[in-house]
């Protein structure tokens, strides 16, 4: 019985399907906003959310999970377990206003919308050296042709698609200008410096 009720109490505020999956740097479901994925819990083409998606090994910098659990937060995510008093839902235009204030980004919204509450991207983060088989998936997610990729990469993920984000840092500021990018709402671009996979 103990087992059972120390195994819920780890597993609460998730439906289960992150929990497939290895944490790496993203442990505490009270702070953490970035959704651990793997093989076994990754988006297909089914699933309801665009992502931004970072392939990364767990001696990556303290900094880089910092800067990633930001811009999942911006782009209007949040930690599974985060106490409710603390959310503050935002509308989608508001979020990008917000957001184009806060990282100088000129913005090319439509006169109205985009509509709902919910997140503008969902940013998941993929551990490749917390196990065999991970490191497996990491293996074969991160080879573009004849090209194998080192971790840390980002990908966009969407409808069953997925694409290569080329990015000068793992800043918050440069997921956030990739995410507006493939969203089609920063000014001047659309569909991002990218490479379709």
């Known amino acids: 019985m ?7 109490s780890q597993n609460r505020g998730t439906k289960g399907g992150s929990a497939k999956c290895a944490p790496g740097l993203f442990k505490s479901k009270i702070k953490d906003a970035v959704v651990p994925l793997c093989e076994e819990h990754f988006p297909d083409e089914k699933a309801k959310n665009e992502w931004i998606i970072v392939f990364y090994n767990q001696n990556d ?12 937060s911006e782009l209007g995510n949040d930690p599974p377990d985060m106490n409710k008093s603390l959310k ?10 917000d957001l184009a204030k806060t990282h100088g980004l000129s913005l090319n919204l439509p006169p109205k919308g985009p509509f709902g509450m919910d997140a503008l991207v ?37 409808k069953g698609s997925r694409k290569h984000i080329k990015m000068a840092d ?23 410096a990218s490479e379709e996979l």
Do not use: H, Y
Not at 61 to 72: M, Q, V
Not at 88 to 97: G, I, N, S
Not at 177 to 182: F, G, K, P, T, Y
């Open 2 to 8: 103990k087992e059972w009720i120390v195994k819920v």
């Open 61 to 72: 910098s303290s900094d880089f999970k910092g800067a990633l659990n930001t811009a999942a």
């Open 88 to 97: 503050k839902p935002k509308k989608r235009r508001e979020r990008l206003t």
């Open 122 to 158: 969902k940013v998941g983060g993929v551990c490749c050296d917390c196990g065999e088989d991970a490191a497996a998936f990491c293996s074969s997610s991160l080879r573009i042709g004849e090209e194998d990729l080192q971790p840390p990469q980002a990908f966009w993920v969407a």
């Open 170 to 192: 793992m800043s918050a500021t440069q997921v956030v200008i990739s995410a507006m990018e493939q969203l089609g709402f920063l000014k001047g671009k659309s569909g991002g």
